[in-house]
């Protein structure tokens, strides 16, 4: 039946024939609801199924992208996005989070967030550091990807909390992390004991790496007692040239904590 006589439209759609016009659309968020033309408009984000970590149009499956996170500012949408996105491999969920400040979402992703990642990104941006604390421990203590727990370690504030981990801590490199963040929250002072009465050198050169106070790195440096900051290390190396090959061995280098000192001091002028 053709509509001879002219359509007779409701909208894209005429009511006789079936016709659609590409005007006057009955929008639905992104979608008429007459013909099921789509819009790059009003998108509904939230998960399409659940086997996909994937934030996505629950109305027309668009993908997000981060064109389309610049748009939002609406904080339970952006809450929703950063959950939904897939936090192992997206930027997405990123910029989400990074537009989020609502604390409440916020404590929400990082209690319930579905992936640690997601978790220690929503912790970071908190303002309740007990909470975020807890979140910083867990990620120690239960999550496998060592770059997290990593993270982790350098964010946590409590000494007998960061001691456990040194002792207790399931691998070889979180003890490390855990006895480096130790020297992190030192005092200078204390810093400065270490360098002047320690018997580990290593502990030494990284406390002067964390000194910051210019005088004590300048008495450091203008020292006489060479007794006190020189030092001799074996490390191994190429040792001399045998008949027909370099011989290769331990060597003898000496070190001299003054000259971390004065590199320190030039670096902290710098800045
Ligand atoms: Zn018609
Ligand atoms: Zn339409
Ligand atoms: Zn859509």
Known sequence: MGCLLGHKWNGCKCEKCGKIRDEQHMWKGCECSLCGKVRDEQHI?????????????????KSITRQDINKITDQPIL??????????SSNVCYDALEKLTDQKILADLAIKGS?????????????????????FVDVVKNCDAMGLVYNA???LTDSSIIADIEKNGK????????????????????LYAIIKNSK?????????MRLTDQNILFEIA????????????????????????????????????????????????NK
């Open 45 to 61: 984000w939230g998960r399409r199924n659940d086997y996909t970590n994937n934030c996505k149009c629950t109305r027309c499956g």
């Open 79 to 88: 809450g929703i996005i950063a959950e939904f996105a897939d936090a192992n």
């Open 115 to 135: 992936t640690y990642m997601l978790r220690m990104s929503a912790a970071e941006k908190l303002s309740n550091q007990i909470l975020a604390q807890e979140v």
């Open 153 to 155: 370690i350098k964010k």
């Open 171 to 190: 691998y070889n490199s979180m003890r490390e992390w855990a006895h480096d963040r130790l020297l992190d929250l030192k005092g200078q002072q204390e």
């Open 200 to 208: 580990d050198n290593d502990l030494r050169e990284k406390a002067i």
């Open 222 to 269: 203008s020292s006489n007692d060479s007794e006190k900051y020189r030092y001799e290390e074996e490390v191994p190396g190429w040792t001399g040239r045998g008949d027909d090959a370099y011989i290769y061995g331990w060597k003898k280098l000496t070190y001299d904590i003054r000259d971390t000192a004065r590199e320190r001091l030039a670096e902290l002028k």
